[in-house]
């Protein structure tokens, strides 16, 4: 027996497996065990294959693997699909009405159970809740307490009325009989703990829009793309609780521009997008930066370049991110390494772009972005949200100086390079801001001092943000190891576990993993530290290996995967013991 | 600075403009100015986007809290600022390459959101500041250094993308008359919604055909028509697609128009936020349980 469980449901794009796998997600994480899910999806709403994973433990799980112990086949190319994860013990769910357990190409050993999904669904009221069915009948399968179950029911189905939330408990019921029943000479060797503990269970776009509220953002515009647009469903509906509005943009272009002027008002503002988006923002990027506008500018990276592989894992923006733009432009990019990451460095981000009045990129991966996870409730303590609005200045501190014969400069050269900030209707701090390059009073000038004083002025942050912030790594494994693996983004959940396999191989690696991009920590003494150095990312070229490689003035190795599909944890053990070698 | 005191040269910056001698955009900013002061808003409480071209640079010649932008993008930053805190009179102002052109997406959004901002389009039918290439208003056979022959293609008629658009005030105004340039501009800023007032602003310049003589000559005041309703649709349709004429004046006014951030209820100043998580906020965790 496995103290994890590996789960999925796999069938056509339109059979509902989404929000199936999301009910079994939460059953579990409310019968306190902990939850990671994946999910498979193509670029297409209907047909074309998909599935949804749910990995579960009452231990936290932070990565998918390459196991899967039930399985509900919507369809026979779900088990094809999935054929190499199978094992002797696995339980294949299908519906022998609607596919021949025969032609599945499954193992041997693993035991089939032909659950007539849709004739049970029918009985408890309508074919629709075939996959409740199935549920009740993993529910059976597994030995987990099917009134799990009913909670979730309620939630998903609540307000569609009392009947259907009543029909589907009674799907679930069906199915989980029908197992017992039928099947009540067959061993089943799973056997689900449940704990009092009361997770919750979130995903990194969701966690990210709960960051920005807790932030005190109350603009967000934004266009749809794939993966970041649940941040901007997250937040519609739920921003205008807290004073806040949610405008979808006609494009990119308005996007950045809407959200720059909500900042320029006064409000923490933010936009959302992926690759293709950030490129069409780039112009305004600049803009931000030059106007030194607080804006927090999220980026869910998803497999380019050009439209790519929309709906697959990539970190391949990081160059744009960096470097992208005409001109020089100073910018944070932050990268959360983890979900719940996702949710404090996005209070972080609102917190550096008012202190420094300069644009920050967010950057989540496609994996992180979609990819649930259960954590205890206090890691999100709203109580421990500090907000920190920088050099905002009042009216009497504005007249204080005006009566020193000084005037209101909005971009006062200074010693930190940060400059005071007047808000839109404060008396007497009437400016103008723009893309030219401007004077300390915001004209335009092209006097050749004022501009390189302007110049190191807005550089001058990043000093000043050095100094002052805390841009730390994480870090985990053996620290004393001769080898040294660096990671950025959402691969740090894949590395924990890689660690226990590249353990069983005695091979000892220290991980350093890396959430602030630019400004970063100084990496020189753990490489030099260290006989062997590898970074670990989802690109072709390894973009943060050149950042490495460029700080350290040394070669690292690099350990990339473009394929679209996350690293998996024995994978990537491999990979690096095979870099290491 | 309480607004009774405003005068309009307090909306002047200190800044001289380096626009051509007898340029319109004088009596466009002129114009401006003085709509803003006797509508009775003060420099603290407005804010004005411009964009970018000859037109654009009035950003950096007023004096208010002001963004100047980059080209084409000056009306979603309007929107922004506006949702933020609508207490702030917002006024958007660029050439017609700005708004037609490059910034022609955004222009019938903006119109269709009905955001309270005031538009006002410096259309000289020439791109200024890039020297005299045709703009999407030129004309057909209007000679330049990108389209020798002409464009040979029909202009932009920025009044009827606005009425399609559902626009809510539609006007149309001469930088020279000063007066009823004034008049216009301080209509649109009182009017509640979207509010395009396009504006012939002479090129002296690069263009010798849209000329103050040629806009003097050829304009209709609509003021000085007896049958013309404003508030009438149809009569608004076809004296913006049927045009045998150039109009002065305001075209369409909806009567009933509500602005966006009253429709949304977006009405609070979103600069205004707690020194922690808003309260509440404790029950967004809840919902992931
Ligand atoms: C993205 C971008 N493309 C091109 C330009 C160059 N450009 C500056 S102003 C302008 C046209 C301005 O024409 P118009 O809006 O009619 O204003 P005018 O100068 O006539 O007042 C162009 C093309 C630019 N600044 N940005
Ligand atoms: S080029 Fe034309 S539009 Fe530009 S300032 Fe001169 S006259 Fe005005």
């Known amino acids: 027996m496995h103290d994890d469980l590996n789960w999925a449901i796999g069938g056509e794009a339109g ?104 004739a049970l669904a029918e009985d408890a009221g309508g074919a629709i809740m075939r996959n409740i069915v199935a549920l009740g009948a993993v529910c059976e399968v597994a030995d987990f307490p099917i009134e799990n179950l009913d909670e979730s029911l309620e939630k998903r189905f609540g307000d569609k009325g009392e009947k259907i939330v009543e029909n589907n408990k009674e799907a ?178 609102f917190n550096l772009a008012e202190k420094y009045q300069i644009p920050v990129y967010l950057t989540a ?87 390189v004083e302007q110049v190191d002025k807005r550089y001058r942050k990043v000093d000043t943000a050095r100094e002052q912030e805390d841009f730390d790594y994480r870090e985990f494994g053996d620290a004393d190891a001769d080898n040294l693996v660096i990671s950025w983004g959402s691969n740090e959940g894949t590395l924990v576990e890689a660690l226990d396999y590249l353990d069983e191989d005695d091979i000892d690696v220290r991980v350093i993993s890396v959430p ?6 100084d990496l020189t003494e753990d490489v030099q530290a260290a006989d062997e150095v590898l970074v670990v990312e989802a690109n072709a070229t390894g973009q943060f290996a050149d950042v490495v490689e460029h700080d350290v003035l040394e070669r690292v190795e690099r350990v990339n995967k473009y394929d679209g599909v996350d690293f998996k944890a024995d994978e990537l053990a491999a990979d690096i013991k095979e870099a290491l070698a | 600075m309480s607004s009774e005191n405003v005068r309009f040269t307090d909306f002047k910056s200190d800044k001289q403009p380096t626009w051509c001698p007898g340029c319109g955009d004088f009596g466009t900013m002129n114009g401006m100015m003085k709509a803003l002061a006797e509508t009775g808003n003060s420099p603290d409480d407005t804010f004005v986007v411009a964009g970018i071209g000859c037109s654009g640079k009035i950003g950096t010649y007023m004096r208010s809290y002001a963004l100047h932008g980059v080209h084409g993008r000056a009306l979603p930053v309007g929107t922004g600022v506006k949702l933020a805190n609508p207490d702030l009179e917002v006024m958007v102002a660029g050439g017609d390459g700005d708004g ?7 222009f019938i959004h903006a119109v269709r959101r009905n955001v309270d901002v005031t538009y006002v389009v410096m259309d000289n039918r020439i791109y200024g500041l890039t020297k005299g290439q045709a703009s999407p208003t030129s004309r057909p056979d209007f000679e330049t250094s990108t389209t020798p022959e002409g464009p040979k293609q029909p202009p932009v008629n ?111 100043n979103m600069a205004e936020i707690p020194d922690g998580a808003p309260d509440g906020a404790t029950d967004l965790v809840r919902e992931f349980y």
């Open chain 1, 365 to 451: 991966d496609l994996s992180m972005a979609v990819t649930e996870r259960t954590y205890e409730p206090d890691e999100f303590d709203m109580d421990e949200v500090e907000i920190d609005r920088g050099k905002v200045v009042d009216e009497d501190e504005i007249s204080a100086w005006q009566n020193e014969k000084d005037q209101f400069k909005p971009h006062a050269v200074t010693a930190d390079g940060v400059s005071p900030r007047a808000l839109p209707g404060t008396e007497g701090g009437v400016h103008m801001s723009t893309g030219l390059e401007h004077d300390e009073l915001g004209r335009r000038t092209e006097d050749t001092d004022v501009r």
């Open chain 2, 100 to 106: 037609y052109s490059i910034g022609a997406g955004h």
């Open chain 1, 15 to 118: 059979d509902g497996i989404a929000s199936t796998g999301k009910i079994f997600a939460q059953a579990l994480s409310r019968a306190g065990r902990h939850v990671f899910t994946s999910k498979d999806f193509a670029s297409r709403i209907r047909g074309g294959y998909t599935a949804y994973k749910v990995r579960t433990s009452v231990d936290q799980v932070a990565s998918v693997v390459d196991r899967l112990d039930i399985l509900i086949a919507l369809t026979e190319r779900t088990v094809d699909e999935n054929i190499d994860e199978l094992h002797e013990d696995s339980v294949i769910i299908y519906d022998g009405d609607r596919t021949e357990f025969s032609d599945f190409e499954a193992p041997d050993d693993t035991t089939g159970l032909d659950v007539p999904l849709k």
């Open chain 1, 172 to 349: 679930a019921r069906l199915g989980a009989e029908y197992v017992a029943d039928e099947f009540d000479d067959v061993e089943f060797s799973y056997e689900l703990e449940t704990t009092d503990e009361d997770y919750v269970l979130l995903n990194g776009d969701e966690a990210i829009g709960m960051g920005a509220i807790a932030a005190g953002c109350r603009f967000y515009a934004g266009y749809p793309i794939t993966p970041a647009t649940d941040v901007m469903e997250y937040l519609t509906g739920r921003i205008d609780q807290f004073g806040g509005h949610v405008v979808q943009a006609e494009d990119e272009l308005s996007a950045i521009n809407l959200a720059l002027g909500a900042a320029r008002a006064g409000a923490r503002a933010m936009t959302a997008t992926s690759g293709p988006g950030i490129d069409l923002m780039a112009e305004t990027f600049g803009l931000v930066a030059t106007s030194e506008t607080p804006l927090v500018i999220t980026n869910v990276m998803r497999s380019g370049p050009s439209t790519g592989m929309p709906t697959k894992q990539e970190q391949g923006d990081l160059n744009m991110m960096l470097y992208g733009g005409h001109g020089e432009i100073p910018r944070f990019v932050l990268a959360p390494t983890s979900v719940s990451e996702c949710f404090h460095k996005t209070v972080e981000a």
């Open chain 1, 516 to 521: 602030y991009i630019f400004p970063r920590p």
């Open chain 2, 158 to 268: 920025p009044l009827a993308l606005a009425m399609a658009a559902g626009g809510s005030f539609i006007a149309q105004s001469f930088s020279s008359d000063a007066m009823r340039h004034t008049e216009i501009v301080k209509e649109a800023v009182e009017h509640d919604g979207f509010s395009l007032v396009n504006t012939f602003s002479p090129c002296v310049t690069f263009n010798d055909v849209d000329t103050y003589d040629y806009f003097r000559d050829s304009l209709v005041d609509l003021s000085e028509e007896d049958d013309y309703d404003r508030h009438d649709y149809d009569q608004a349709k076809d004296a913006i697609l049927n045009a045998d004429k150039e109009y002065m004046g305001v075209l369409y006014q909806d009567e009933n128009s509500v602005p966006y951030h009253e429709a949304h209820g977006v009405t609070e």
